[in-house]
């Protein structure tokens, strides 16, 4: 898997949009970007998944630079049921397993 | 859909008594996976399964057992409970291969 940084933490205002960057300066070119999102208390929730086209969903968009040596998940109008811990994850597809290396992750708060 | 369910939701034991916590998932996922999240910190792979009578040990396997008897159920067992058991549990399914998995709601586990 590639090593991925995150900002601790993050804040943000009600209807702003929430910009979460994400460092993957080692990600080799068949690792894609992964986000999941933890509400507090809930098992991790998955959002969004891209290679190097920027990828929406009805969730988030997600921008991946052309290196592809980072990329911003995008909630365009965060809510107060946004606050959680966002956790970008690049996990290698050269094998068949389909498992996450879930590190800390940023402390995303919306606040009124 | 009921998506992945665990069972219980909470439990207390003591130190050296032995307990079973269940997954069940009605998606019809091939691979399942357990997870232990320990205050402030990201998820740890304890043990996966790629198929219906197949295991595989994650990160942190020592001290936990599983079986994989039916597709849908994914069983995490500790035969001797240690304080250092104490976290959340989180049990999570997905296709075969695939990066997006899905999580049940944790199971929080308190040994003493």
């Known amino acids: 898997d590639a090593k991925t940084t995150q900002p601790t933490s993050m804040d943000c205002a009600e209807g702003r949009a929430a910009n979460l960057p994400c460092n993957h300066s080692t990600i080799s070119g068949n690792e894609y970007v992964y986000w999941y999102r933890q509400i507090h208390s809930q098992g991790p929730q998955y959002i969004i998944h891209g290679l190097k086209n920027n990828e929406t969903n009805e969730m988030a968009s997600l921008i991946i630079t052309e290196d592809r040596k980072s990329s911003t998940l995008i909630l365009p109008h965060a809510t107060l049921r946004d606050t959680a811990v966002y956790y970008c994850i690049a996990p290698y597809r050269g094998s068949t397993l389909g498992r996450l290396y879930f590190g800390r992750g940023t402390q995303l708060t919306v606040w009124p | 859909n009921a998506g992945v369910t665990q069972t219980p939701k909470f439990r207390v034991l003591k130190t050296g008594q032995s307990m079973t916590l269940l997954c069940a998932q009605d998606m019809n996922h091939e691979y399942m996976y357990w997870y232990r999240q320990d205050p402030g910190m990201g998820l740890r792979l304890i043990h996966y399964s790629v198929g219906e009578g197949t295991t595989a040990k994650g990160e942190v396997p020592d001290g936990y057992n599983v079986s994989r008897l039916k597709k849908q159920n994914f069983l995490l067992g500790l035969e001797s409970a240690a304080p250092s058991q104490t976290s959340v549990y989180f049990c999570?399914?997905?296709?075969?291969?695939?990066?997006?998995?899905?999580f049940g709601p944790g199971t929080r586990l308190t040994v003493t």
């Open positions: 999570a399914s997905s296709r075969a291969g695939a990066y997006e998995q899905y």
